[in-house]
């Protein structure tokens, strides 16, 4: 299985200030994004630290024995309770960090991390970034969103309608940062031949339907074209937030051999 994928962000049409940051890394089977929290420059700050710490964390898990970090959950792969060591020692970072500086008091980020090993991807989430899974023209949701609307869902509260209309739906329940402690949700999913996988912050599922995507995705064949796709039309709909994608096509076709993973860094 041979993995293409690309990654963008843009700050959007009514924000000044872009606090998403990605990450893609081809070598490391590894893409994340996160949703930064805090305002002025230091939700940039922790979203930022946020893929730098699970990005070197995964390197050095790589060529080394690291440590796992936090309580080893036993009903999933060692790659995925990697990944959770990951986002919970960003955690620490950023918690700490803020806690050292004034100016960075409060801050926080959500974040979805995806980690490619053989045929199988683990994902691991904390907020209201998704992730999404592709798979014969049907789209899935791989993540549930930790915010106060999808909880009153979960409980038959709020139909998805309705938790869509809310005034409160950017309240989430769960950030990176907040507290020294971090319930991180992991799963995986065996891939086959032709799998798509989206990473996106709200601001691309605050303003693009799950179908839009699911077209958009399933009729464009490089990941590259897919981002600025969604990020066009999460714009052209109005473009209330950052937003930040990235699209990964998992292939066993012979002319993915031949093809170099792609990365874009748009321009904030």
């Not at 924000?15 to 805090?38: H, K, M, Q, S, Y």
């Not at 060529?63 to 009903?75: D, L, Q, R």
């Not at 959770?84 to 620490?92: C, D, E, G, P, Q």
Request: charged letters at 25%; aromatic letters at 6%.
């Amino acid at each position: 299985m041979r993995l293409l994928a690309c990654g963008q962000t843009d700050t959007g049409i009514s924000r000044t200030n872009n606090e998403d940051n990605f990450c893609v890394e081809e070598g490391l089977g590894l893409f994340a994004v996160a949703d930064g929290i805090g305002g002025s420059s230091s939700g940039e700050i922790a979203s930022k630290m946020a893929v730098d710490v699970i990005r070197d964390y995964i390197t050095r898990s790589a060529s080394a024995n690291e440590p796992f970090i936090g309580e080893y959950n036993k009903k999933h792969s060692e790659s995925a309770n990697r990944l959770a060591s990951a986002i919970r020692l960003s955690n620490k970072a950023i918690y700490e960090a803020s806690q050292n500086n004034a100016a960075w008091r409060g801050m926080g980020t959500t974040v979805a991390a995806a980690l490619f090993t053989e045929d199988r991807l683990s994902i691991a989430h904390v907020g209201d970034s998704r992730g999404y899974l592709i798979r014969a023209n049907s789209i899935v949701q791989l993540t549930d969103d930790h915010s106060v609307v999808s909880e009153q869902v979960r409980q038959g509260l709020l139909t998805r309608e309705e938790a869509s209309e809310s005034n409160i739906r950017n309240i989430i329940t769960r950030a990176l940062g907040k507290d020294l402690s971090l319930d991180v949700d992991i799963d995986e999913v065996e891939l086959m031949d032709d799998d798509r996988v989206l990473l996106c912050t709200d601001g691309l599922t605050t303003m693009v339907s799950d179908d839009a995507i699911l077209s958009m995705i399933s009729s464009l064949e490089e990941p590259e074209k897919a981002c600025c796709r969604l990020i066009d039309t999460a714009n052209k709909n109005g473009g209330k937030d950052n937003v930040t994608v990235v699209v990964a096509h998992f292939s066993k076709r012979k002319w993915f051999s031949s093809v170099k993973n792609l990365f874009k860094f748009a321009g904030r």
